[in-house]
């Protein structure tokens, strides 16, 4: 059993918890997750590490309420616990086997939608406590949705905001904010991507277009997280790939991202059902012939 010590919500869907694990903290780097389970029957949740704290044996997560599995894991409450973690899994950055002196000449951005601000943030603090800054833009859909600002303002080179309703920072979305550094003269050797994969896409869309390279993690396609159920199955550079083992991160140029939005819709259906169920609960008995309740 692994124990909250401290469960709060972010924004309406979207929540944080500490959860002491010290064997994933001996050893997890940023860029890696974790899978986490609720309940002995639960489903397996992959989730990407947000922050570690090794002297303390704890790491963070961030997750989204999406499906029947997250909402349940948005109940729990410090002092309760997950019924298993595994991990840490996944290859870290690529930027942690970087030389110091090698990455302290990267001029580095980071590019993070809603949810994927959290990843970005393991990142980029890392990078902070070598002495090496990095610009980030992060966006969402508004302000009130908005996640880690005061934590990415502390750890960020410079700090940019986007939102697609102009509520706060840059009116619009990343990719505007991108453009809009661009055209102010900001230059970039390096662009880390992290978000929905239609962002994602559009970022590299973009930055190819700039002549940035651009490593995206493909997280958001990941089921199992060990390679076994073959969801997150990609095409990068006309060859196949796992997120969960080869990546999650990978050549944001070369990924197929039409592909990677098809797969995502594999369990849409199944999704559907158990959500409804849940909501639901006794007064569910099915029977309608399309929920699937009366199986």
Known sequence: MYKIVK?????????LMVVEAPWVTRACMPGQFVIVKTGEEGERIPLTICDYDREAGTITLVFQTIGVSTTKMSKLKEGDCFTDITGPLGRPSELVSMPKEELKKQKLLFVGGG???????????WLHEQG?????????????ILILEDEMR???????????????????????????????GKRYDRCVAIGP??????????????????????NPIMVDGTGMCGACRL????????ACVDGPEFDGHL????????RQKTYKTEEGRAMLAYTEGDTHHGGCGVCGGDR
Do not use: R, W
Request: hydrophobic share 45%; net charge negative.
């Open 132 to 144: 090496v800054d990095a610009d980030v833009i992060i966006g969402a859909k508004s302000k009130d």
């Open 154 to 184: 502390a750890a960020a080179g410079n700090l940019y905001i986007a939102t697609d309703d102009g509520s706060y920072g840059i009116h619009g979305m990343v990719t505007d904010a991108l453009q809009q550094l661009y055209d102010e």
């Open 115 to 125: 949810i994927g601000t959290a990843p970005i943030y393991a990142q980029v603090k």
């Open 235 to 242: 095409l990068v550079g006309g060859e196949i790939k796992f």
């Open 7 to 15: 469960a709060q919500q972010l924004s309406e869907k979207n929540f």
């Open 197 to 218: 994969i239609i962002m994602m896409k559009f970022v590299c869309l973009l930055t190819k277009k700039l002549g940035i390279k651009t490593i995206v993690s493909m």
């Open 255 to 262: 990924v197929d991202f039409n592909l990677a939005m098809e």
